[in-house]
């Protein structure tokens, strides 16, 4: 299993979704998404419900893009089934991996892009600044990068300026990488946020089409990895 395979990324802090799961000949039924990665996918359900739901049936799930007014249809097959208490879990398989990265790893999180490599701290205080991506020219929001890779940034901030962003999920980013390789604009999405110890972090994700910026950070990074080896 490679290592994209591995990762598994929550998908409950981002746009309203809403999930259904149907069977060939049964009505389809809510369900709630608790974690995903590039080959697959994890939705409880109600322990009650007579949907056949045995290893190797296949299924289709419906993902509603409340915010956007989207509805993505996802093809897969249950891999495992367990009870845990009054909900059921099932693990699914995506038959159609390649289709699910296209259509839903922008807006979900779901899929890790690729091109993932492991994170690397950077220079200490590297500024960031965020505006919400369906108003970048409002106010602006500077965190402090914690750690970068190929995929996405951490940063932290004020518990205030988390309150400025007002629940956005997507951003335009400036991340000051450092004297060599300078600023860098791209567009992010959130993929988690947490509180702790008086600040928030965001976990972002860059676009996965934005070549010209991955180029940038992948030099980035690659220079890190060099000081880091020093």
Not at 107 to 133: I, K, M, Q
């Amino acid at each position: 299993m490679g290592r994209r395979s591995r990762y598994r990324v929550s998908v409950d802090t981002v746009d309203p979704v809403k999930v259904t799961l149907a069977v060939r000949g049964w009505p389809p039924i809510g369900v709630q998404i608790r974690n995903a990665n590039a080959r697959g996918i994890a939705v409880d359900m109600g322990a009650d419900s007579h949907i056949p739901t045995s290893p190797g049936n296949l299924v289709e799930l419906t993902v509603w893009l409340v915010m956007r007014h989207r509805a993505v249809v996802v093809p897969a097959e249950i891999v495992s089934a367990t009870e845990q208490g009054d909900r059921r879990r099932l693990g699914l398989r995506f038959t159609e991996p390649d289709a699910v990265d296209r259509e839903l790893a922008h807006d979900l999180g779901v899929v890790f892009n690729r091109r993932e490599t492991p994170r690397h701290p950077v220079r200490s205080f590297t500024p960031v600044t965020l505006c919400p991506a369906d108003d970048p020219h409002g106010p602006a929001v500077y965190a402090t990068a914690f750690d970068l890779s190929l995929g996405g940034v951490g940063v932290s901030m004020a518990p205030m300026d988390d309150g400025r962003l007002a629940g956005a999920v997507r951003f335009q980013a400036e991340i000051e990488l450092d004297e060599t390789h300078g600023k860098l604009t791209t567009q992010v999405a959130l993929r988690h946020r947490r509180l702790s110890g008086g600040r928030v972090s965001y976990g972002l994700r860059f676009a996965p089409d934005d070549d010209q910026a991955l180029a940038a950070i992948q030099s980035a990074v690659g220079a890190f990895i060099a000081h880091d080896a020093a």
